[in-house]
Every structure is written in structure tokens, then in C-alpha cells.
């Protein structure tokens, strides 16, 4: 069993930056691959970065790249989204996953999630 916490979301300007963190527990958070998916109202979660246990293969979506980054810090059990140039398309609940297979962007995939934290873009 994994226990995903997510925070760092809140309202931000168009063209700002935030950034996620989500803390793990419950099992050993250096064997788990970890992702960002996000969901805005009435719309599918869509897959926005991915990093491997070893923190050497990350993976981003097309519609964020050049402007996210994922990274994480296995000492502390945290994976983080820096999120930059954020648009009025961005606004949307961000969630933290883990599964145990590296490079996966579909949703079915993970089987531990977090609550989510809402991302909002004001114009």
C-alpha cells in the first residue's frame, strides 16, 4: 500500500509558475516510478510527466513540454512538478501516482493516487 499526499496547488496569474510536491509513504519510495496526471470539468485526466526510481528517465507530456519539469528527491520520499508559463488551459486538479513499471502515461497503469490538488490560472 502506498499513501500519496499532494499540495503546493492554488491560484496563480497567467504566465506564473508553482510548483507540486507529493509526499509518499508505506513502502519504499526508491522502487516506484512516479507521474502527474491533471483533469479539468467534464474532460479525461491527461497524463503530464512521469520519472523512473532512478531519477534519470523522465518523460513529459507534449502539451507541457518546454514548460514542466519533474524531478525528486528519494531522501525525502517526495516527488515534485515545477510547473512554468502557466496558460488559462492549465487549470485543472493535479494528481500524484506511483506504479512499479518506469515511462507509463496512461491512467490505468498506476495504482496508487493521490487526492489531488487544484491548480487554478487566472487571466
Known amino acids: 500500500q502506498v499513501q500519496l499526499v499532494e499540495s503546493g496547488g492554488g491560484l496563480v496569474q497567467a504566465g506564473g509558475s508553482l510548483r507540486l510536491s507529493c509526499v509518499a509513504s508505506?513502502?519504499?519510495?526508491?522502487?516506484?516510478?512516479m507521474a502527474w496526471f491533471r483533469q479539468a470539468p467534464g474532460k479525461e485526466r491527461e497524463f503530464v510527466s512521469t520519472?523512473?526510481?532512478?531519477?534519470?528517465?523522465?518523460y513529459l507530456g507534449d502539451s507541457v513540454k518546454g514548460r514542466f519539469t519533474i524531478s525528486r528527491d528519494n531522501g525525502e520520499n517526495t516527488v515534485y512538478l515545477q510547473m512554468n508559463s502557466l496558460n488559462p488551459d492549465h487549470p485543472a486538479v493535479y494528481y500524484c501516482?506511483?506504479?512499479?513499471?518506469?515511462?507509463?502515461?496512461?491512467?490505468?497503469?498506476?495504482?496508487?493516487w493521490g487526492q489531488g490538488t487544484q491548480v487554478t490560472v487566472s487571466s
Open positions: 501516482a506511483s506504479c512499479t513499471i518506469a515511462r507509463r502515461a496512461r491512467a490505468s497503469d498506476y495504482v496508487y
Open positions: 520519472i523512473s526510481w532512478s531519477t534519470t528517465g523522465t
Open positions: 508505506g513502502r519504499t519510495f526508491s522502487t516506484l516510478a
